[in-house]
């Protein structure tokens, strides 16, 4: 299946950002019928193919989809957007852990809302994209974490060391409807296209109760919110994120407190050469008017000369050289991070997992080689070699149970065997290059 992006909806988004880029003030009055379009419909289904991801609240998969025949099914859903009798089913809600402990909750729509939500995206993202502040790196095409880790790092060699490491109290959850709209409005006029997203804003949304039932909450009465699992949402949630980094460039705050922000979706930090408390006060003050709420507990103010903070999955300030004892700034995972690698490498090791070896070794290297990937950037070899002491510990142990041998003997599975014939890759392999890509 083929996720090449043809090249007559290629050539509408270069005009609409275009269009969008040079003309700031434009306000784009006909965009509905593109939604419709059975190029961007069919595309726009390979996307959420792709994508994969469970059912909604019909219990509906793509395989069931291409049994009863794709086309029909596309052409339906394109004569129910054209004809705007579209209405979006209810969102799914589920519960999945959160990194720091507790629960996040996720939405889950139907394939067919989550195909109209992509063609929608296809539509509106080159818009909003020449909108967007060049501090934000969050779900923006051709941008991705790994870039902001490595605009933290440079910023903080150029000195610019004390931080505001900020926490939005459920940004997703909280972002007000009608100020979202307005935002939205400032852009778009076209009905059509605001009545689509004002739809899947105030989807009704199934939970579990607890007797095992399931009950409504939300709809047209819902007043704020973005359900994170929609395919619009991260698009949308970036545009309300703009407000803020636009008004801290509008208003000159980065030369007044010669600061910088890096941005990525709800999650952010400021990195200012003496002006970190300057900043907070001020931030808190335009996020109280957004009608956001800064978590006061996890929020702080930290020099990175002295004290570590952490950011998208990194903990940035004071490491030291191995060879000299010399100390410098820099990056390495968090300890957050290694803990939900070993958990994930537990996950697969557990003596539960019947499955052969050469299955489970390949589930490991996928992990591994995906761990690797994101983190490139910074310093690892500290991490690197306790996640490698990590492994090979659970390999031993698991490969020891299935052999049925003592519980604290090697016998064959010594270091070499398990990092050589065994085929378990050293992260130090992992990142040569090529290796990723393998």
């Given at each position: 299946?083929?996720?090449?992006t043809?090249?007559a909806?290629r050539?509408?988004?270069?005009?609409?950002?275009d269009?969008?880029?040079t003309?700031?003030?434009?306000?784009f009055?006909?965009?509905?019928?593109?939604?419709?379009?059975?190029?961007?419909?069919?595309?726009?289904?390979?996307?959420?193919h792709a994508?994969?991801?469970?059912?909604?609240?019909?219990?509906t998969?793509?395989?069931?989809?291409?049994?009863?025949?794709?086309?029909?099914?596309?052409?339906?859903l394109?004569?129910e957007l054209?004809?705007q009798t579209?209405?979006?089913?209810p969102?799914?809600?589920?519960?999945?852990?959160?990194?720091g402990g507790?629960e996040?909750p996720?939405?889950?729509p139907?394939?067919?809302d989550?195909?109209?939500?992509?063609?929608?995206?296809?539509?509106?993202?080159?818009?909003?994209?020449?909108?967007?502040?060049?501090?934000?790196?969050?779900?923006?095409p051709k941008?991705?974490?790994?870039q902001?880790?490595?605009?933290?790092?440079v910023?903080l060699?150029?000195?610019?060391?004390?931080?505001?490491d900020?926490?939005?109290?459920?940004?997703?959850?909280?972002?007000?409807?009608?100020?979202?709209?307005?935002?939205?409005?400032?852009?778009i006029?076209?009905?059509?296209?605001?009545?689509l997203?004002?739809q899947w804003?105030?989807?009704?949304v199934q939970?579990?109760?607890e007797?095992?039932?399931?009950?409504m909450?939300?709809?047209?009465a819902?007043?704020?919110?973005?359900?994170?699992?929609?395919v619009?949402s991260?698009l949308?949630?970036?545009?309300?994120?703009?407000?803020?980094?636009?008004?801290?460039r509008?208003?000159?705050?980065?030369?007044?407190?010669?600061?910088?922000?890096?941005?990525y979706?709800?999650?952010f930090?400021?990195?200012?050469?003496?002006?970190?408390?300057?900043?907070?006060?001020?931030?808190?003050?335009?996020?109280?008017r957004?009608?956001?709420?800064?978590?006061?507990?996890?929020?702080r103010?930290?020099?990175?000369?002295?004290?570590?903070?952490?950011?998208l999955?990194?903990?940035?300030?004071?490491?030291?050289?191995?060879?000299?004892?010399?100390?410098?700034?820099?990056?390495?995972p968090?300890?957050?991070?290694?803990?939900r690698?070993?958990?994930?490498?537990?996950?697969?090791?557990?003596?539960?997992?019947?499955?052969?070896?050469?299955?489970?070794?390949?589930?490991?290297n996928?992990?591994?080689?995906?761990?690797?990937?994101?983190?490139?950037?910074?310093?690892?070899y500290?991490?690197?070699?306790?996640?490698?002491?990590?492994?090979?510990?659970?390999v031993?142990?698991?490969?020891v149970?299935?052999?049925?041998?003592?519980?604290?003997?090697?016998g064959?599975?010594?270091?070499?065997?398990?990092?050589?014939?065994?085929?378990?890759?050293?992260?130090?392999n992992?990142?040569?290059?090529?290796a990723l890509?393998?």
């Open positions: 299946m083929s996720l090449k043809p090249d909806i050539t509408l988004q270069r005009k609409l950002y269009k969008a880029k003309e700031p003030d434009f306000r009055y006909i965009l509905y019928d593109k939604v419709w379009r059975a190029d961007i419909l069919h595309h726009a289904y390979r996307l959420a994508n994969d991801g469970a059912p909604g609240v019909d219990g998969t793509f395989e069931q989809i291409e049994t009863m025949g794709l086309e029909s099914w596309l052409s339906r394109g004569e054209r004809t579209y209405r979006c089913q969102v799914r809600r589920v519960m999945i852990p959160k990194a507790g996040r996720l939405g889950i139907t394939i067919r989550r195909v109209a939500q992509t063609a929608a995206k296809l539509v509106l993202e080159p818009i909003f994209e020449a909108d967007f502040d060049p501090a934000a790196f969050g779900y923006r941008r991705e974490a790994g902001a880790v490595q605009k933290v790092l910023l060699r150029q000195g610019y060391t004390d931080v505001v900020a926490d939005l109290s459920k940004y997703f959850d909280t972002i007000p409807h009608d100020e979202l709209m307005r935002t939205i409005a400032r852009r006029v076209d009905p059509g296209m605001l009545g997203i004002r804003l105030k989807a009704p939970t579990a109760d007797n095992g039932g399931t009950r909450t939300g709809g047209k819902s007043r704020m919110g973005v359900p994170q699992g929609g619009i991260p949308v949630a970036n545009l309300y994120m703009n407000r803020f980094l636009k008004y801290w509008q208003t000159g705050k980065g030369q007044v407190w010669d600061a910088h922000i890096i941005n979706a709800d999650d930090v400021i990195l200012s050469r003496g002006y970190a408390a300057e900043a907070l006060a001020w931030t808190d003050g335009v996020m109280t957004l009608g956001l709420t800064l978590n006061r507990t996890k929020t103010l930290c020099d990175a000369r002295s004290d570590r903070f952490d950011f999955g990194y903990s940035f300030g004071p490491h030291v050289f191995r060879q000299t004892g010399r100390r410098f700034i820099g990056a390495s968090s300890d957050k991070s290694v803990q690698l070993k958990d994930k490498l537990g996950a697969i090791l557990v003596p539960g997992n019947k499955g052969p070896w050469p299955e489970v070794k390949g589930g490991l996928r992990l591994l080689r995906g761990w690797c990937g994101y983190f490139s950037p910074g310093t690892h500290v991490t690197d070699r306790a996640i490698e002491a990590h492994l090979y510990d659970r031993r142990n698991f490969l149970l299935r052999a049925k041998m003592p519980s604290r003997s090697i064959p599975f010594t270091m070499e065997a398990v990092f050589g014939d065994l085929g378990v890759p050293r992260l130090r992992l990142r040569r290059k090529g890509s393998s």
